[in-house]
C-alpha cells in the first residue's frame, strides 16, 4: 500500500476530514488531497504527527523495505547516507564573540537520524568562542536551518558587517531596531540598525559536541 493511501485510511478511521487533519498538520487541505492522491509527499515532521495522532509508529508509512528518505520531501542539501540516515554539511564556523568570516564551501557533513530532523534545508555551523556560553559551548556544533526571520527571544545566525561575517547571538526586536544579545554577560550586545544592517540566515536549533 502507497503512503497516500495509508494516510486516507488511518484518516477515514479516525472520522476526519481533509480538511480536519489539514487543519491539525496546519497546512491547506490541498496538500493532504495531493498526499492521499500520490502527487507529494509528506515532510518527516509531518509524518510524526501523524504518527502520534494515529498512534501508529513512523514506520507503518513505509513499505517493508522502503527507504524512508524516498517517500518523504527533501531539503535540498541533504544528502542520503542509510535508510534512516541523512548527511548535513559543515558550513565553515560561526563566532560566539567577534564575528569571523564564514567559509562558502563546505567542510565537512554529520550524519543524523532523518526522525530527528525538522523540515527545511538544514546546515552545520560550529561555534567559536563564549559569548553564547553556557547555552552554547565553544567548539560544539550548532544545527541552523535556514531562514529569514525568527522570533523574539530566538538564537539566530547572522550575517553582518556587509553580509561578509556571520555570528551566532539572541534575537531581540524593539521597534526598527534588532539588539543581538550575547547569552554571557562578559560580551556586548551588537546594535542593529538602518546604519548597521545585518541578514538573519537561519534558526538555531540545536547542537552537539564530538568527545
Known sequence: MKVGQKIKAL???KGLTQQ???KILKLAPTAVSAWERDANKPMMDKIAVMSELF???????FDVGENPISIVS???NIYK???RTVRIPVLGEIACGDPILVEENYENYRDELVESLPAGNLVYLQAKGDSMAPTIPHGSFV???EQVDVENGEIAAVLVNGNTEATLKRVKKQGDVIILMPDN?????????KNNPAKIIGKAIRFTQDL
Open 11 to 13: 484518516r477515514k478511521e
Open 20 to 22: 480536519d487533519l489539514a
Open 55 to 61: 498512534g501508529v509508529p513512523v514506520t507503518h508509512f
Open 74 to 76: 527533501e531539503p535540498s
Open 81 to 83: 547516507v542509510s535508510p
Open 143 to 145: 544545527l541552523i536551518r
Open 185 to 193: 554577560s562578559a560580551h556586548e550586545p551588537i546594535l542593529i540598525d
